[in-house]
């Protein structure tokens, strides 16, 4: 999903950047790409995958080191912090710091004047973001710090970013979920959080891997029905017919999903996004689905 949008802002014009948390590389690999080697001396290159599209993995570590090399006095103190473990003792030893720099870090790509000298701003920066839990960490961090530090350039750094991500004109919020039933609950929960912890919510919501629809009304009843009285059909008839029914209960299974969704959040685009058999997106099916988007977004 991040990388099929990214695709349609870049198409349309937009330069555009994918950061990714997960650090698997993911995204490198969806656009054919051998992901980035972590031993490698820069693993935060912004690494550009088509053009007008580039790809980002988004590491605390590095962006506590940028920031200090950015707010200390004395570069060479902040090289000393650096060429040592401190930066992952202090990330591991203050609770949320690492969503803040990893939020900030997403945030500062947008920002007209960058931290990394000569980094150019990006129009649009989509975030390929975690399990529900761990996005809700991230989005509540800056808005934490800027209430605990008050005063400060952390303060006030985290206050600006908190402004920006809670800001609907600049900010989108879209859950992905496919259609069964834990998936769904887990979203609704989401929202519920989003809506008590930070007055958030959601802008849209992509049903991912929606079964195909194959069969008219009726016609279910009517496999279910040869199958049941095809004394005289042969084992493969017999397979195939079992399947097509299961594929159709497995639709109807999914579109309840869908109406719970939409009952629970009335006024929220529901986008439904059809089932892909590859285990990986190749360049086709990646367009096809930014072309999908286009059309519903």
């Known amino acids: 999903m ?14 555009t950047i994918i950061a990714e948390l997960s650090g698997r590389g993911e995204l490198l690999s969806a656009f054919g790409r051998p992901p980035k080697d972590p031993a490698a001396p ?19 570590q590095r962006a506590l080191a940028e920031y200090l090399h950015e707010q200390l006095p004395l570069r060479v103190l902040a090289d000393l912090f650096g060429a040592t473990r401190t930066l992952g003792f202090l990330a591991a030893a203050t609770p949320g710091l690492a969503e803040l720099l990893s939020v900030g870090k997403i945030w500062e790509l ?45 303060a006030r750094q985290a206050g600006r970013i908190s402004d920006a991500l809670l800001d609907r004109a600049q900010t989108a919020l879209l859950a992905v979920a496919t259609p069964e039933d834990a998936a769904v609950s887990e979203l609704l929960e989401l929202q519920e959080a989003l809506r ?26 009517a496999l279910e029905g040869a199958l049941a009285g095809g004394a005289e059909l042969g084992d493969d008839a017999r397979v195939a ?55 519903v977004l």
């Open 110 to 154: 947008a920002q007209r004047e960058r931290i990394i000298p000569g980094a150019s701003p990006y129009d649009r920066v989509i975030v390929d973001a975690p399990a529900s839990g761990h996005s809700l960490a991230l989005l509540a961090a800056p808005q934490a710090f800027a209430r605990t530090a008050r005063t400060g350039p952390i």
């Open 2 to 15: 991040a990388a099929a949008l990214g695709l349609l802002y870049a198409h349309h014009g937009a330069r």
């Open 42 to 60: 820069a693993p935060s290159d912004e690494i550009e995958v088509v053009e007008r599209l580039y790809a980002v993995q988004i590491e605390p």
């Open 196 to 221: 008590r912890e930070l007055s958030r919510e959601l802008d849209a919501v992509l049903v991912n891997a929606m079964p195909p629809a194959r069969f008219e009304a009726g016609d279910t009843r």
């Open 241 to 295: 017919l079992a399947r097509a029914v299961a594929e159709d209960r497995e639709l109807e299974a999914a579109r309840t999903q869908v109406e719970r969704l939409a009952s629970a959040l009335p006024g929220t685009p529901l986008i439904e996004l059809a089932f892909s058999n590859s285990v990986e997106f190749a360049a086709a099916e990646l367009q096809t689905l930014a072309e999908r988007l286009g059309e």
